[in-house]
């Protein structure tokens, strides 16, 4: 098993930009979540889905943030426009929904706004 | 709203010294606690998943206690190695939502 796949690993990009994190959960994960790390604030979640359905975006910092999960295999997160404040890691994880199963995390996205 | 801390922030040891990590979160109705280990610049890797019924949970050189009723989780190392540098984060899934939070973390290095 290839594990939670993360694309682009590194990504810089100048404010205004909009940006694009993609993730691939494992095989047979239905429950999907991103996360935002930053040194400051540590892990964050952003939001997350069961069944490619979001349950829980209360994390998501503000409107140009948005997320979505076309399929079970795929999910995005985007930031439209992005700004410096915006710059931290950027994990994706997967789970078995409803277990007591730990999730497992991707490596990260790491996101420079300058 | 739960929130998670730990202390030290960061930890240095000599090689072969046994040492405890601390973490403690202010609601007690929760589901399980996890311990994570971050290496620099990777996702995170499971440890330890003590469920809420649970007292301990061993791996190795490494045991987790839970104390619920006082808030409160410890991650013991045994003989620690210099491969144990990491951070270790502990996680607290609250209630029967999937929504975890996270501690900040302890930063520990493992001197040769």
């Known amino acids: 098993d290839a594990g939670v796949i993360q694309s682009p690993r590194h990504e810089v990009t100048e404010m205004g930009q909009e940006v694009t994190?993609?993730?691939k959960p494992i095989s047979g994960h239905n429950s999907l979540f991103w996360y935002r790390q930053t040194m400051m604030r540590g892990l964050e979640l952003l939001i997350y889905f069961n069944n490619n359905?979001?349950?829980d975006d209360s994390g998501m910092p503000e409107d140009r943030f948005s997320a979505k999960m076309p399929n079970a295999s795929f999910s995005t997160l985007k930031i439209q426009p992005s700004e410096p404040r915006d710059s931290a890691v950027y994990f994706c994880a997967s789970k078995i929904a409803g277990g007591q199963e730990?999730?497992?995390?991707g490596p990260g996205t790491r996101l420079l706004v300058l | 709203k739960q929130e998670v801390t730990q202390i030290p922030a960061a930890l240095?040891?000599?090689e072969g010294e046994n040492l405890v990590l601390n973490c403690s979160f202010t609601d007690s109705a929760i589901?399980?606690?996890q311990w994570?280990?971050?290496d620099p610049g990777k996702g995170l890797t499971s440890l330890l998943l003590i469920q809420s019924s649970?007292?301990?949970q061993t791996s190795g050189r490494l045991n987790a206690s839970l104390d619920k009723s006082s808030g409160r989780s410890t991650l013991y190392i045994a003989a620690s190695q210099p491969g144990d540098s990491a951070t270790y984060l502990c996680a607290v899934r609250t209630g029967g939502y999937q929504k975890v939070t996270f501690g900040i973390g302890t930063k520990l290095q493992v001197i040769p």
Do not use: A, K
């Open chain 2, 12 to 14: 240095s040891v000599p």
């Open chain 2, 31 to 33: 589901y399980n606690l």
């Open chain 1, 53 to 55: 359905v979001p349950i």
């Open chain 2, 36 to 38: 994570f280990r971050q």
């Open chain 1, 21 to 23: 994190l993609r993730c």
């Open chain 2, 54 to 56: 649970q007292r301990e």
């Open chain 1, 102 to 105: 730990t999730q497992y995390f």
